[in-house]
C-alpha cells in the first residue's frame, strides 16, 4: 500500500492566520508556523510561486524548519501556464526585457530571452529543496481556456524539460482533456511522458469542469481539491478566496475514500492537498478526510492539540448546507 500525505495549499493565507483556529498562541513567527504546520501535516503546497519567483534562501529556510520526509509541492510561475503575468511580478533586473507596451502579458508575448531566464530561475530557485530530498513535484496548473491542442502537448513537454531533473505534474482545467473519447488518451500520453496527473474534486455541472478521475500516471499520485462552491466556481469578478470557499461534508469526503484506495494501489506515494483556503477551511478538511482514512497526516499529538480549536473532536463533526460549518 502506498505511502499517503494529507495537507494544504499554502500553510501563510493571511485568513488562515486571521482564523486563529489553526496555529497556536505561541506561533506568533514564520519559522513556528512552518514548524508546526509541518508536525501536524507531513506536506504542503507552495503556491505563492504562482504569483512570484520562489527565492533559494526561502527554500533553504523551508527545509531547514521542516522534519526528515517532509515534501513541499511548488506551484509553476504562472507564465510557465498561459496564465496573465504583471510586469511588476518580474524581478526589477529582468523588466526591461518584458513587453513593456503592456502591464499584463502572456507567454506568447515574451521573448525567448525573458522566457529561459525565468524558468532558469525557478528551477535554481527550488534546488535547496531537491537537494534535500524535500521538493515534491512541480504543479503545472493551466487555466480553462488550454485545451488539447498540438501546440499545448508541445508546451508542456518544453516545460517538463526545462525543470528537469525535477518531477513535473499537470493539472487541467477544461473536462475537454477527459471526456469519455480523449480521456484515456490523455492519460496514457501523461504516462508515455512520466508527467503526473493531477486528479481534481471540484464544481461540475459547468462547460469547464473537470470529471473526479482517480488515476495515477507515475509512481506518485496527486489529487487536489477546491470544493464544491457552485455559486462561486466561473462567477465573474470572485477573488481565489471565494471560489474556494467550502468546507466538505462527510459524504462529499466518503466519496473519494474508494478513489484514493485505488490510487494506493496504483502508486507509490499517494499526496492529497486541499485548495479550500477560506480561514480554517485547509486545516479543518485535511484533518477531517486524514481521520476517515486513518492515515496521512503528521504528528499525532500535533493532531490532536488541533483539533478542539478546529472543532473536530470525537467523532466526525457533520456539516450542514452551504459553506458554513453548522
Partial sequence: MANTYIGTCSWTDASLLKAATFYP?????????????????PIVEVDSSYYALPSAANARLWSERTPPGFKFHIKAFRLFTFHWTEVKSLPKDLKSIAPLEKDRFYFRDASNELRNE???????????LSETGKLGIVLLQFPKWVTPRPDAFDHILRMQSALRPHQVAVEFRNKAWLTEQRGKET???LED???AFVCVDEPQGFVSSVPPV???TTDIAYARFHGRNQGNWEKPGQSVIDRFDWYYKDEELREWL??????????????LLF???????????AIKLGRM???????EEAVRSVEPRLGLVGEQLELGAGVGRA
Fill in 193 to 195: 511522458n512520466k508527467l
Fill in 25 to 41: 498562541g505561541r506561533a506568533a513567527t514564520a519559522d513556528e508556523r512552518l514548524r508546526f504546520y509541518s508536525a501536524v501535516f
Fill in 187 to 189: 492519460l496514457r500520453w
Fill in 293 to 299: 482514512l486513518g492515515e496521512g497526516l503528521g504528528d
Fill in 258 to 271: 474508494p478513489k484514493i484506495r485505488t490510487l494506493q494501489e496504483e502508486a507509490r506515494e499517494v499526496h
Fill in 214 to 216: 482517480a488515476a495515477a
Fill in 275 to 285: 485548495n479550500t483556503n477560506k480561514g480554517d477551511q485547509g486545516p479543518f478538511n
Fill in 118 to 128: 525565468l524558468m532558469n530561475r525557478f528551477s535554481r530557485a527550488i534546488a535547496p
